[in-house]
């Protein structure tokens, strides 16, 4: 399948459409709580439609639209081969969207009721084998310098090393707490506590759980905390944030995911990529060691029980995988 290639832009359309738009996306934003991440993505799958439907059909307003020219709107979009994951979310933006106009008496019925959307695809995700977390976790920081970049030499400067010890921090808690990455770069230091090894974590719709971490992560933190976050920092610029940048002010996403992009590329041996296959292998590894489903939601904070379970799915096929590599009637 073609990648979305727009997917990070929005299109122009008419007033009467985005209008109504806009007034949803308040909605979400200060009744629903939603992301700005998750804001940024009903956006454009809406005014995607909505460029669609003018340039198409003239249609300028949310109550001139039919179930028909949703459906045109969906084989537009089989035929560009955009993935069946792009739609299916672009079709309950719109699902959701007409939803809440209904309520609001913006439409006077809602014409993506019998809108189907297409089966996902059930694409297992890449876990780690504990040998390759132990190499990760070890090696992560080793040859890094400035905010992830490759560095030939090993660490020496006080800087070198305390992007060193920021990065060991990164790998650690990710596959310690199973967070995701958003949520690791918006830890403060007060949302630390030793004592009890927990974190404060202020997940997706700023729902918050305490998330627990053990020794290895505890032992990173400590050192990060007492011997290099001081060498990086400007708490005038870092306003309290656990991991900081070279300049002195809060990692961003961008930084934190190179790190480990970069740490799993120098494995070799694994078509893992990027800090979401740290979530996917803590989940998996605790699932195979006995972890109640439940408990596995809590800890990653999913909203839908339905989302966790894709790790049965991948502990079973490991399971499936080992018994035919090791039994004699397999």
Request: proline share 4%; hydrophobic share 40%; glycine share 6%.
């Amino acid at each position: 399948m073609k990648q979305d290639t727009n997917a990070t832009k929005t299109p122009q359309l008419p007033a009467s459409f985005a209008e109504p738009v806009a007034d949803y996306l308040d909605y979400l934003r200060l009744q629903r709580g939603r992301s700005e991440n998750t804001l940024r993505a009903y956006e454009v799958d809406l005014r995607t439609l909505g460029t669609f439907l003018y340039s198409t059909r003239q249609v300028s307003a949310p109550h001139h639209v039919d179930v028909e020219m949703l459906r045109e709107w969906l084989a537009s979009m089989h035929e560009a081969q955009i993935s069946r994951t792009t739609i299916a979310r672009r079709i309950s933006s719109v699902k959701n969207f007409f939803a809440w106009a209904l309520k609001h008496q913006l439409v006077a019925e809602d014409p993506a009721l019998r809108l189907a959307a297409p089966k996902k695809e059930r694409r297992l995700p890449h876990v780690l084998q504990p040998g390759q977390i132990d190499r990760l976790l070890a090696d992560t920081g080793e040859h890094t310098g400035q905010d992830g970049a490759a560095d030939e030499a090993a660490p020496q400067s006080p800087q070198q090393l305390a992007v060193h010890a920021r990065d060991r921090v990164i790998a650690e808690l990710l596959y310690a707490s199973g967070l995701r990455i958003s949520e690791l770069v918006s830890l403060d230091v007060k949302d630390l506590d030793f004592s009890r090894r927990t974190l404060k974590v202020v997940g997706k719709g700023n729902k918050e759980r305490m998330v627990p971490f053990g020794n290895p992560a505890q032992r990173v933190l400590t050192s990060w905390l007492l011997t290099h976050r001081a060498v990086l920092v400007d708490e005038e610029k870092a306003q309290g944030a656990l991991l900081v940048g070279v300049r002195g002010g809060r990692l961003n996403v961008r930084q934190a995911r190179d790190v480990i992009s970069q740490a799993l590329k120098s494995l070799g041996d694994t078509a893992a990529s990027g800090p979401h296959a740290l979530r996917h292998t803590v989940a998996t590894h605790l699932l195979d060691g006995g972890a109640d489903l439940r408990a596995v939601q809590e800890f990653l904070g999913h909203a839908s029980l339905a989302t966790t379970q894709l790790y049965t799915h991948v502990s079973v096929d490991r399971l499936r995988q080992s018994y035919r590599q090791a039994h004699p009637r397999a």
